[in-house]
């Protein structure tokens, strides 16, 4: 089958695509016809060796982490009333960038009628962290809150899953393009963190969604107000914000933590597939690259060229 492999750690252009042997679904597994491919932000860090512990990949290895398709074959013990099911799927870590994966049929999601297979690609990291952060953080009628990175593939949900809520949003995104994307799906202001003084610009908020980490974190913590939440999701910036719980707990903020759990993850997972086929969220594919492509994918995402979700198309048209 065609794959993209991961030779060695280092630029996009390690990324090299060639021949892998089929896989075969064994005992509890499925195999997956692969239609796309689900590219994060830390499957650019993990390449290039600096992903966040405890992530690793031993290189050679076909990387990637989220697919959709169709199940072709199921294994021992899964029921074969899947087969020709359309389904998306983590892959444990490694294996997504290839024309098929074998899968433990526990973690399958199946596709909700209505819902297109690339949308649910889009949303099976991006949409059960978004769901995850917004429980975490519970923004509620009323009141501020800010999202960085709101033109991602994360931010653009927060940004639709706030106003659900009832809470005025901020978008908070570099570069004009990106904050025109975010007002697009809904958010009351916008403003360009790239710019000195955006935080001025802001004013006060009641919850702050962190996908970008460093100082842009750092100046968003200063806008809470007593009450006010903040939870991390991300770490575009490559670090995260760092700010010591005393510096929280004297401000009257609460540093937020989610609670997380397989069954929890997948309650969270099921809800964002769930409102997206019922047109309550839409997930914003920005790009898409064939699978021999992945480098250049890889290299859009790194140059913050991309908005929202970017794939990988293994059988396109």
């Known amino acids: 089958m065609r794959a993209v492999w991961l030779k060695e750690f280092g630029g996009p252009e390690v990324l090299v695509a060639g021949e892998a042997p089929d896989p075969v679904a064994g ?70 960038y290839a024309e098929r994966v074998a899968v433990d049929a526990a973690g399958l999601f199946e596709v ?21 952060m917004v429980d975490a953080a519970d923004p509620r009628p009323g009141e501020r809150v800010l999202v960085e990175a709101a033109a991602g593939g994360v931010g653009t949900l927060l940004v639709q899953l706030a106003k659900a809520r009832g809470a005025a949003v901020v978008a908070a995104a570099g570069g004009v393009g990106k904050t025109e994307v975010a007002v697009g799906l809904g958010a009351d202001e916008a403003v360009d963190y790239r710019e000195p003084g955006w935080a001025g610009k802001v004013g006060a908020v009641d919850v702050v969604f962190d996908g970008v980490g460093g100082d842009v974190a750092r100046e968003a913590f200063t806008l809470l107000r007593s009450g006010g939440r903040m939870v991390s999701f991300g770490l575009a910036s490559g670090e995260w914000a760092g700010i010591p719980e005393e510096d929280a707990a004297g401000r009257g903020v609460t540093l937020v933590q989610p609670q997380v759990t397989p069954e929890r993850l997948r309650e969270f997972t099921l809800s964002a597939l769930e409102k997206a086929a019922e047109g309550r969220l839409r997930p914003v594919i920005g790009r898409r690259f064939p ?27």
């Open 291 to 317: 699978l021999e492509e992945a480098a250049d994918a890889h290299r859009a995402i790194e140059s913050r060229s991309t908005v929202g979700k970017t794939l990988l198309e293994v059988r396109p048209g």
């Open 27 to 96: 005992a509890g597994q499925v195999l997956v016809d692969v239609e796309f491919v689900n590219i994060t932000f830390v499957e650019t860090q993990l390449r290039s060796g600096t992903g966040p512990a405890p992530v690793k990949l031993e290189p050679p290895v076909i990387p990637g982490n989220g697919v959709g398709g169709v199940v072709a074959a199921v294994g021992e013990g899964v029921d074969a009333g899947l087969v020709g099911r359309r389904v998306v799927s983590g892959t444990g870590g490694s294996g997504a």
């Open 112 to 132: 909700p009628d209505g819902l297109a297979l690339d949308d649910a690609v889009a949303l099976l990291a991006d949409g059960r962290t978004a769901a995850m």
